[in-house]
């Protein structure tokens, strides 16, 4: 049950990250005064799934505080903070991230 526990964390920390980009880019898309509603749309999906995800963690018997986006960002020097994009590494992840921007050009 603590591989399936870990596994749901990872998805979590990587739908944050990602929730993190697609805020970003509707700030950026209402900055330039253009139809930031797509990426609304995809953030609330976004945000449904992490629900969804926090509901089954809990289920499978998570307990210990899940992570914050602002928690690995901050109290710790610039120098010392890791990545919340560091997961990109990975190929599958790098052919969503481009598939995101082409889509978002």
């Not at 900055?31 to 509901?55: H, K």
């Not at 928690?71 to 790098?94: D, F, I, M, V, Y």
Request: glycine fraction near 4%.
């Amino acid at each position: 049950m603590d591989n399936r526990i870990n596994e749901i964390r990872r998805e979590i920390n990587h739908l944050r990250a990602e929730m993190v980009r697609v805020e970003d880019s509707m700030r950026d898309q209402i900055r330039r005064d253009l139809d930031s509603t797509e990426a609304a749309f995809r953030l609330m999906a976004m945000r449904t799934e992490l629900a969804a995800l926090v509901a089954e963690w809990k289920a499978a018997g998570g307990s210990e505080p899940l992570p914050t986006i602002r928690g690995q960002t901050t109290g710790r020097p610039k120098s010392q903070r890791s990545s919340t994009l560091t997961h990109l590494s990975c190929e599958a992840c790098r052919a969503k991230r481009d598939d995101f921007r082409r889509s978002h050009r």
